[in-house]
């Protein structure tokens, strides 16, 4: 099978701009969830998503958002970009299997810099 | 809320030599314990997990780790290193089914190999 797969792998944008990031699940897998990886805070959880809705979000600001669509692929947009917001954003999905632990792989990431 | 410590932000290791990279949780219930390796630039690479039964888990790249309930650990091991396992590691803590806040990550153990 192919792995989780993330476009773009890197992006500049500009202070007050803002980004769509994308993310294909593994085959078969229903759940996207995104992460941000800065030095300084590490690895955080922003959002899931499971059959188009969002299940779960992390303590972020409401101008990190995400959708899920009907074939499990996820973008996740982010609106006026502040410098803070430079990370790499990671996608990983999870099958969800109903009642059982869960396993999340993770794509390559996408380097996203605001200058 | 459930928490990950990682006490050890760089370790040094000769080539052969073998590893022990700790992880301590904090979580009110039964955990599932995952161990992720990152190489520069990269995503996340799933080394091992543990939901249940066996405390000596096996996993990819020669690793294992074991499980030690009363310690409130999940320390990965390795015999014998190799110049490829220069990385970054990171232990993560999930809920059953994902959870409310998605994997809960440590901030890393950066292993730099010598020859």
């Known amino acids: 099978k192919a792995g989780v797969t993330q476009t773009p792998r890197y992006l500049i944008k500009t202070r007050g701009q803002q980004v769509t990031l994308s993310c294909s699940p593994i085959?078969?897998?229903?759940?996207v969830s995104w992460y941000q990886q800065t030095p300084g805070q590490g690895l955080q959880f922003l959002f899931e998503?499971?059959?188009?809705?969002?299940?779960n979000k992390g303590n972020f600001p409401g101008r990190f958002s995400g959708r899920q669509f009907s074939n499990s692929r996820s973008e996740m947009n982010v609106s006026t970009l502040e410098l803070g917001d430079s990370a790499l954003y990671l996608c990983?999905?999870?099958?969800?299997?109903?009642?059982?632990?869960?396993?999340?792989?993770f794509g390559p990431g996408t380097r996203l810099t605001v200058l | 809320a459930q928490s990950v410590t990682q006490p050890d932000i760089h370790i040094t290791v000769s080539e052969g030599a073998s590893l022990e990279l700790r992880c301590n949780y904090s979580?009110?219930?039964?955990?599932?314990l995952f161990w992720y390796v990152q190489s520069p630039g990269q995503g996340l690479q799933l080394l091992l997990k543990?939901?249940?039964?066996?405390?000596l888990v096996q996993g990819i790249k020669g690793f294992e780790a074991e499980f030690k309930r009363s310690q409130s650990s999940f320390n990965l091991r390795k015999p014998s290193v190799h110049w490829s396992d220069a990385a970054e590691y990171f232990c993560?803590?999930?809920?059953?089914?994902?959870?409310?806040?998605?994997?809960?990550f440590g901030k890393g153990t950066h292993l730099i190999i010598q020859p």
């Open positions: 979580y009110g219930a039964t955990p599932y």
């Open positions: 998503y499971f059959s188009e809705t969002q299940r």
């Open positions: 543990y939901f249940s039964g066996d405390t």
């Open positions: 990983a999905s999870s099958p969800r299997l109903a009642g059982g632990p869960d396993t999340q792989y």
């Open positions: 085959s078969g897998h229903r759940s």
């Open positions: 993560a803590v999930g809920e059953k089914g994902g959870g409310a806040d998605g994997l809960t």
